[in-house]
């Protein structure tokens, strides 16, 4: 993507810098700090091809590794260095617009749950996005990583699901902790469709399932256009 910046976030804490990749679209009115999930990085082509998509809606993102994945290490990070990285890469995204512009947290299962815990613990961001939440190890819904959201009462969350996504079967414990944050918080179920939003019978590329998610979320945040804040 000739449009696209690189970026080096530096995480402090002991933990260095992690790469990111900032995109911005002319007329760019929001942006979306985007993570991957525990076993892609920050250019798998879901990701690429969803930020792509979501720039022709006017909304910059700045899409960034982990630091396990920045290591080439296989294992994902533990929470707190997660959210350090969250941390840095929100402040990175709001030095980076334009003042007053919104910044939002997204993110593909892992991230975006690292996402959701950096905010329950007093990051700033206007909202939140979930490309598919791990609402539970597949097959274990009695180990629910919901506890946080208790924290997150108002803050304005898109989930946008498969409904054969293992991390959320059964669909109802996954649309009992939506209602219980509604109106602020809503779901998008996506029939047929798995963890990665692929669906049997309809193969198609990575990028063109991520793309496919971009109209949605872009919808989402115009509708909850605020000034953004600084922290």
């Given at each position: 993507m000739d449009d696209e910046r690189p970026l080096s976030i530096d995480v402090g804490d002991g933990i260095g810098?992690?790469?990111?990749?900032?995109?911005?679209?002319?007329?760019a009115n929001a942006t979306l700090a985007v993570?991957?999930?525990?076993?892609?990085?920050?250019?798998?082509?879901?990701?690429t091809g969803f930020c792509r998509a979501i720039g022709e809606f006017g909304v910059a993102t700045v899409r960034f590794d982990f630091p396990y994945r920045a290591a080439g290490r296989r294992f994902p990070d533990r929470p707190p260095a997660a959210i350090a990285t969250w941390r840095a890469v929100a402040a990175a995204a709001r030095a980076e617009a334009p003042d007053g512009e919104p910044v939002w947290a997204s993110g593909k299962s892992f991230g975006g749950r690292m996402a959701s815990m950096a905010v329950a613990?007093?990051?700033?961001?206007?909202?939140?996005?979930?490309?598919?939440?791990p609402l539970h190890p597949p097959g274990r819904p009695e180990k629910s990583r919901d506890e946080h959201f208790a924290k997150l009462a108002g803050v304005p969350m898109l989930f946008l699901q498969g409904r054969n996504d293992p991390f959320a079967i059964p669909n109802d414990?996954?649309?009992?902790?939506?209602?219980?944050?509604?109106?602020?918080?809503?779901?998008?179920?996506?029939?047929d469709a798995n963890h990665s939003f692929e669906v049997k019978g309809a193969k198609r590329p990575a990028a063109e399932i991520g793309a496919g998610l971009a109209p949605r979320v872009a919808e989402?945040?115009?509708?909850?256009?605020?000034?953004?804040?600084?922290?």
């Open positions: 810098e992690v790469p990111a990749v900032l995109r911005r679209p002319d007329g993570a991957h999930g525990a076993g892609a990085g920050k250019d798998h082509p879901f990701l613990e007093g990051m700033d961001a206007a909202g939140l996005v979930f490309l598919g939440y414990q996954l649309d009992a902790l939506v209602a219980g944050l509604a109106p602020a918080a809503v779901i998008d179920w996506v029939a989402f945040i115009a509708q909850h256009a605020r000034p953004g804040r600084r922290t």
